[in-house]
T-cell receptor, first 115, second 112 residues
């Protein structure tokens, strides 16, 4: 597609349930990043993929969070047993390696609300 | 521990005047600095960047200044326009290919 697509755009879930957030990067972009923005906070790095492998998972807040990427394209961020503090906007970005950090293109995000 | 700090949550500037957004960082390993702009319900978009070998980079109405000794950078927008009203994120990276570390953002209001 023309841009980075994230779905759903909004998700309300009950505490304790699992959720899956999807990111469809720009075609041909081999690097993919997940960030989240909690209320009043900056963008917090979660995980980075280069192709299907994740060389940097350092930002995942707990073992309830996991992510995978298949076929070097779509990525899914899974949050198990959601807690209220997981409420945030989850943003995905992709880039071409040659573009480096200047080439990040962000999606519009998934707003997750845990009630 | 915040590595990139934007100490002003919001800023109001008259249309036509200069907007100055400030940012401080703590990690001396940062080598590349960026500014992103974000409108509500949209993802951040890249605005301008500067590498540590420079102290100024200009692109149209936008200029970024870097003071490495003070670990400080600023974004100047002149003249400010109504469409500049948005949240501006300062960001940094150890190199051009690494992950970006973002600040908390400054909400800029351009007043008519």
């Amino acid at each position: 597609g023309a841009g980075v697509s994230q779905s759903p755009s909004n998700k309300v879930t009950e505490k304790g349930k699992d959720v899956e957030l999807r990111c469809d990067p720009i075609s041909g972009h081999t690097a993919l990043y997940w960030y989240r923005q909690s209320l009043g906070q900056g963008l917090e790095f979660l995980i980075y993929f280069q192709g299907n492998s994740a060389p940097d998972k350092s930002g995942l807040p707990s073992d309830r969070f996991s992510a995978e990427r298949t076929g070097g394209s779509v990525s899914t961020l899974t949050i198990q047993r959601t807690q209220q503090e997981d409420s945030a906007v989850y943003l995905c970005a992709s880039s071409l390696p040659i573009s480096g950090v200047r080439g990040y293109t962000f999606g519009s995000g998934t707003r997750l609300t845990v009630v | 521990d915040q590595q990139v700090k934007q100490n002003s949550p919001s800023l109001s500037v008259q249309e036509g005047r200069i907007s100055i957004l400030n940012c401080d960082y703590t990690n001396s390993m940062f080598d590349y600095f960026l500014w992103y702009k974000k409108y509500p319900a949209e993802g951040p978009t890249f605005l301008i960047s500067i590498s540590s070998i420079k102290d100024k980079n200009e692109d149209g109405r936008f200029t970024v200044f870097l003071n490495k000794s003070a670990k400080h950078l600023s974004l100047h927008i002149v003249p400010s326009q109504p469409g500049d009203s948005a949240v501006y994120f300062c960001a940094a990276s150890p190199n051009r290919d690494d992950k970006i570390i973002f600040g908390k953002g400054t909400r800029l209001h351009i007043l008519p």
